[in-house]
């Protein structure tokens, strides 16, 4: 361990908490949720709602499991500091802003036929985590054509049905309606890929970003060109 090596780890529970700002010049800030949190979802908006870090000058390693937030009213904002941050989403809506440095995003609970996990401001050496099990290691092709799509659930089936069938999962991306979409279609009955379903990874990208030759690993990890 370095000389003036600072570590704040902290674990939160609060049924009526709503917001969490964090600050200071920790090396890493890791924060977690244990029992009872948000749980106070009152209409207009009651439960957590943001978690700020941008004001981190090191590493945040934020767990978002555990956390009742205000889907029906605000969802949930996630943003990060300076440093090389770290966050695990949950199946709940919400948008995540790494902040400057490569940050990783764990979306691998964010199942669905939609996506309910925005990543605002995806960047070159940023890392995005599907989760699944792909055949080989590889780089990202071009952007599957859904011009023809009128919906986003249409412009997800007209992507899927591209890839094709694999006994392994299968990553495609593709842009509809100013936005950028990255799945990892999971294998289901037989098991194939090929249908959108509950089981698959499906993350929103705000904006036009190009994937094209971003590396992946065999376990959907993608790294951002």
Not at 144 to 159: C, D, G, P, R
């Amino acid at each position: 361990q370095a000389a003036n090596f600072v570590n704040n780890s902290i674990k939160l529970t609060d049924a009526t908490m709503k917001t969490v700002v964090l600050t200071g010049a920790a090396t890493t800030t890791t924060l977690a949720f244990a029992g009872t949190n948000g749980t106070n979802a009152t209409a207009g908006g009651g439960a957590v709602n943001l978690i700020d870090g941008s004001a981190l000058t090191g590493s945040l390693v934020v767990d978002l499991t555990g956390l009742t937030v205000d889907n029906g009213a605000l969802g949930l904002t996630v943003k990060g500091g300076t440093g090389k941050d770290e966050v695990t989403t949950a199946n709940i809506t919400s948008v995540v802003f790494g902040g400057a440095g490569a940050d990783t995003f764990i979306v691998a609970s964010n199942a669905g036929v939609l996506p309910t996990v925005t990543i605002g401001d995806l960047a070159s050496g940023d890392k995005v985590d599907l989760a699944g099990t792909i055949a080989a290691a590889g780089n990202l092709g071009t952007a599957v054509n859904v011009s023809a799509a009128t919906s986003l659930a249409t412009a997800l089936e007209i992507a899927n049905g591209s890839a094709g069938t694999s006994a392994t999962s299968i990553l495609y991306w593709f842009q509809f309606a100013g936005n950028t979409y990255l799945m990892s279609d999971l294998p289901t009955a037989g098991p194939v890929s090929g249908n959108v379903d509950s089981t698959d990874n499906i993350v929103k990208i705000t904006g036009l970003v190009d994937l094209t030759g971003s590396a992946f690993t065999t376990a959907a990890v993608v790294t951002v060109a």
